[in-house]
């Protein structure tokens, strides 16, 4: 078993004083107030940009879990007409039936298609990049 001390240092390193940490404030330090405030500026679009990122996120489960749920329902409503035909329980007439059920079909494949385009297909806000370079053009106008 060895341990830190059995470590030999290359010869270059004479010291190791400790790892620099994020908040550390002699990690960096500012040569002016425009610096200052660009890196303030950054911290705070990263944290609105992370919250935003974490609110879609969670909107997004939301609306996949209700479609899910209503595509289910339509499936078990269109499984539960069928039983209750071939059981003889309920009668309709076939002319209704080839009406409902490609319509049923299409609405289920539509919301899946919509969920899949829309809800996960695409990003909903611009990159961080996009943020900073609409910043630029609107000051210089």
Known sequence: ????????????????????????????????????????????????????????????????KMIFILISSEVLFAFLLIGLLGSRILILDVSLLKILFPSVLAQIFGLGYLVTRYLFGKQLSLPLSEVSKSKLTTRVK
Request: aromatic share 10%; proline share 5%; net charge negative.
């Open 1 to 64: 078993m060895t341990g830190d001390s059995d470590i030999q240092k290359p010869s270059a390193v004479l010291t190791i004083v400790n790892e620099v940490q994020p908040e550390d404030v002699s990690a960096w330090e500012p040569n002016s107030f425009a610096e200052w405030e660009a890196k303030e500026r950054l911290r705070a679009y990263l944290r609105v940009w992370s919250q935003q990122m974490d609110d879609e996120r969670k909107m997004r489960s939301l609306y996949a």
